[in-house]
């Protein structure tokens, strides 16, 4: 099988993404519950249907780190794609989705630590933590890197 053919017609899954950013210009990151290596990401998911991209990326702040005590202060005007890579084709995303297509949102966190629920709706963290915008790509699994590369880059002047 040649390197492109794995995908066939999948499309990519529409998606946001968060960089959530505290008062000391640190960058919220959740370690996934789901993954037996240690994996590391900032919030993300699905728009659903009918929703705007910053709806969807309010909801998925308040789903994923239970909270809605941040402001939306810079959006990224290109939609940033991966593939999945080829042992994950047809397993993740329910085999529906090649990979994903993200627009990316920073915000500035208003709150504290008190506010912030990994438990408030289903959990998809199951700790957090605070951390350097240079360390973001050293965390995630390392076929979401060069996504994290390209959003740093854009968000780079707000940390």
């Known amino acids: 099988m040649s390197s492109g053919s794995q995908y066939g017609d999948l499309p990519y899954r529409p998606c946001v993404g968060i960089m959530l950013l505290d008062a000391d210009r640190r960058v919220f990151v959740g370690k996934r519950i789901d993954q037996t290596v240690e994996g590391w990401q900032m919030p993300q998911g699905g728009i659903d249907p009918g929703e705007t991209p910053r709806q969807a990326a309010m909801r998925e702040l308040l789903e994923e780190v239970g909270t809605d005590n941040a402001e939306i202060i810079a959006e990224m005007e290109e939609w940033v ?76 002047g707000l940390a």
């Open 81 to 156: 794609t991966y593939d999945l890579p080829p042992h994950l084709v047809g397993v993740a995303f329910h085999g529906r989705y090649r990979g994903q297509k993200q627009k990316w949102f920073a915000m500035r966190f208003g709150g504290s630590d008190a506010d912030i629920n990994l438990t408030a709706h289903e959990p998809e963290f199951s700790a957090y933590r605070w951390v350097a915008m240079n360390d973001l790509p050293g965390l995630i699994v390392p076929f979401k890197r060069d996504t994290y590369r390209t959003v740093i880059s854009a968000f780079r």
